[in-house]
């Protein structure tokens, strides 16, 4: 799959959702961008509620969640800047497919809230100013290379973007503790088939209390997008490692030159059933750490929705459970 190309950012829906339920409420564009006007402060008041009424609207759409994603077509592990990218493609352009994103963080995004060594602005090299302008994002073109003003100002923008989309759901603050495998009968070849879930609070607590068992999501393909630091970081790569699907290469010193163009271009199905992209690879492949330049994360999301797709339409054909 090619970067996408660019869209005129003036072009606006004409309603888009607030309210996704059996009764969906919608709002005009004109309503949108006009002044909020509400009736005289002195006599303000909201509508009454009872606190039960609050705890049954969460909880009866959560569980509702967990049912309909139990099954789902795409699991994608980390809601940071790839595997965002990767979900946002996928989302728009196959939009029958289920797909679950499980981030261990509360605040989904991963390390795209700010740029490097907590300054805002965000490098990305050319040709990843394309990915920007799918999703209307301004930037200074630098020649080389653009900036944007924030990097939260993208991954808000990325992440709004991609939970608009009626066929995604989020599970934050929910660690994947593991995989679920097949061993095919023919080949010998494990195949990781869905992932083995948890609260994250419960994850880090494993040591504290007896048995806590998981849930679990099965999935026709599985990207892992996990990042390389942090308690959670390159999880699937270190535990495909363990199983012996794999042999670690461990990240490597920074290099941007070297780090982007193999990111990209080693994202891919590294074993049957999971892709890898973004940083998470430097750990499978030994490649070199990028730092504060976020263009590879962003097209290696889009390349990995690419292997995606490949490895979920070969898979319903083959008809394998």
């Known amino acids: 799959m090619a970067p996408p190309t660019m869209i005129e950012t003036s072009v606006r829906h004409e309603f888009s959702p607030i309210v996704t339920e059996d009764r969906v409420v919608r709002m005009s564009s004109d309503a949108q961008n006009s002044d909020v006007k509400f009736a005289d402060w002195d006599k303000f008041k909201f509508t009454p509620i009872r606190e039960s009424t609050v705890s049954r609207a969460m909880t009866s759409r959560y569980f509702a969640d967990l049912d309909k994603y139990a099954e789902s077509d795409v699991v994608i592990i980390g ?3 790839a595997g965002l990218s990767a979900a946002y493609i996928l989302a728009k352009n196959r939009p029958e497919l289920k797909i679950a994103i499980i981030e261990a963080g509360v605040s989904p995004g991963g390390g795209c809230w700010l740029g490097g060594q907590l300054f805002s602005a965000m490098i990305l090299r050319k ?27 993208f991954m808000s923008t990325l992440l709004s973007k991609v939970l608009s989309f009626p066929n995604v ?4 603050a929910t660690a994947v503790e593991d995989l679920i495998t097949r061993r095919d009968e023919t080949t010998g070849d494990l195949r990781i088939c869905g992932v083995v879930t948890n609260w994250t609070l419960v994850s880090l607590n494993h040591d504290t209390q007896s048995c806590m068992d998981p849930n679990t999501i099965n999935a026709n393909v599985i990207l892992s997008a996990s990042g390389h630091d942090g308690p959670f970081g390159a999880g699937s790569a270190k535990r495909l490692d363990k199983l012996g699907c794999i042999e670690l290469g461990h990240m490597r010193g920074l290099d941007m030159n070297s ?9 891919r199905e590294v074993t049957p059933g999971l892709v890898v992209t973004g940083m998470e ?5 030994g490649s070199n750490r990028m730092g504060p330049t976020f263009g590879a994360m962003a097209l290696s999301g889009v390349k990995a929705a690419e292997a995606v797709l490949n490895v979920y339409d070969l898979r319903k054909k083959q008809n394998n459970p």
């Open 281 to 285: 690879l430097a750990e499978v492949d």
């Open 127 to 153: 040709p990843a100013h394309l990915f920007l302008e799918e999703l209307g994002l301004e930037y200074e073109d630098e020649g080389d290379y653009v900036v944007v003003k924030h990097a939260a100002f």
């Open 79 to 81: 809601a940071g800047s």
């Open 259 to 267: 780090a982007e163009d193999a990111i990209v271009k080693g994202t």
């Open 169 to 172: 759901k989020l599970f934050n």
